[in-house]
């Protein structure tokens, strides 16, 4: 079946713009993840939605950040009045239902670039 | 908080074995690793659960120490292939979340013919 798909590929944009990054998760996957991945560095977590539970938005780093999952399924991570140090490769990832016992299968990212 | 990541990067023969170390200092529930090639997407190795469950490829090996918050990733044999870095990802046991993974910083692996 399909995997996790992303769009757009990549995103320039320029300081200050608002931008929408969108998941679509594997259907039937009840848990979503949006991470962040600066240059040559580690996976950052930003937000977790499981089910119809009150997503965890601990990861966000700042308010400018939000994201949504309409209908359990489509997320979009919205960055508003983005900063150059917003720029980073944006992962999806989706697993059946909390990640515990489920591997997570990751999207091919977003990349966001900001000038 | 973020687990801790050992050796930062190891460079191999084919044929040559490794470890990798994730070592946490939280109590976990579950540890999960994995590898990312250049340019492409994290893809899973293996789980490892809080009272010995295991979940992964056949070809990867690895162990869950609860009581020193530890895991370690066995790479034998390598292959060209098992080039890339490597993630671990910590469950908190306990944690405000179930199923959120908090990821290390990675080790890049490069395995030279």
């Known amino acids: 079946g399909a995997g996790v798909s992303q769009s757009p590929s990549n995103k320039v944009t320029e300081k200050g713009k608002d931008v929408e990054l969108r998941c679509d998760p594997i259907?039937?996957?009840?848990?979503l993840y949006w991470y962040r991945q600066s240059l040559g560095q580690g996976l950052e977590f930003l937000i977790y939605f499981q089910g119809n539970s009150a997503p965890d938005k601990s990861g966000l780093p700042s308010d400018r950040f939000s994201a949504e999952r309409t209908g359990g399924s489509v997320s979009t991570l919205t960055i508003q009045r983005t900063q150059q140090e917003d720029s980073a490769v944006y992962l999806c990832a989706s697993s059946l239902r909390g990640a515990s016992y489920n591997e997570q299968f990751f999207g091919p990212g977003t990349r966001l670039t900001v000038l | 908080q973020q687990p801790v990541q050992s050796p930062q990067a190891v460079i191999l023969r084919e044929g040559e074995d490794a470890v990798i170390n994730c070592s946490s200092s939280k109590a976990l529930y579950s540890v999960h690793w994995y590898r990312q090639k250049h340019g492409e997407a994290p893809v899973f190795l293996m789980i490892?659960?809080?009272?010995?469950e295991q979940k992964g490829h056949e070809k990867i090996s690895a162990s869950f120490n609860e009581k020193k918050q530890q895991s370690s990733l066995y790479l034998t044999a390598s292959q060209l292939s098992y080039s890339g870095t490597y993630f671990c990802?910590?469950?908190?046991?306990?944690?405000?979340?179930?199923?959120?993974?908090?990821f290390g910083q990675g080790t890049i692996l490069t395995v030279h013919p």
């Open positions: 490892l659960l809080k009272g010995g």
């Open positions: 259907s039937g996957h009840t848990a």
């Open positions: 990802g910590t469950e908190e046991l306990g944690g405000t979340s179930y199923g959120k993974l908090t």
